[in-house]
């Protein structure tokens, strides 16, 4: 398994940016696909971002699209999810997780971050 660490999340008015990063420790973590997913109260939770281990690779929910971009710096071992044009409804606990394969399914991620909340504001 690999180990998550998350930081980055806060409170920031509608239209503005915020960072997520997702610091990744243990064996292959260098190998795995990188995802984010979110969950609002009452909702399940949802897939937001995924990055390859190359870095070549990305993949995004819909309702992101444009807006939020997914990276990894391999040298550091972290992740990135950069956070543009930010709406109330992106309002969630975001987690970070680690899968061996590229998936957009929370079941195919087999190690987790502890969450950070965003708050976007109207």
């Known amino acids: 398994q690999v180990a998550l660490v998350e930081s980055g999340g806060g409170l920031v008015q509608a239209g503005g940016s915020l960072r997520l990063s997702c610091a990744a420790s243990?064996?292959?973590?260098?190998?795995?696909?990188m995802g984010w997913f979110r969950q609002a109260p009452g909702q399940e939770r949802e897939f937001v971002a995924a990055?390859?281990?190359?870095?070549?690779?990305?993949y995004y929910a819909d309702s992101v699209k444009g807006r939020f971009t997914s990276s990894r710096d391999i040298a550091k071992g972290t992740a990135y999810l950069q956070m543009n044009s930010l709406k109330p409804e992106d309002t969630a606990v975001y987690y970070c997780?680690?899968?061996?394969?590229?998936?957009?399914?929370?079941?195919?991620?087999?190690?987790w971050g502890q969450g950070t909340q965003v708050t976007v504001s109207s």
């Open positions: 997780a680690a899968s061996p394969k590229p998936a957009r399914s929370s079941h195919d991620y087999d190690s």
């Open positions: 243990g064996r292959a973590s260098s190998t795995y696909t």
């Open positions: 990055v390859t281990w190359s870095g070549r690779n990305t």
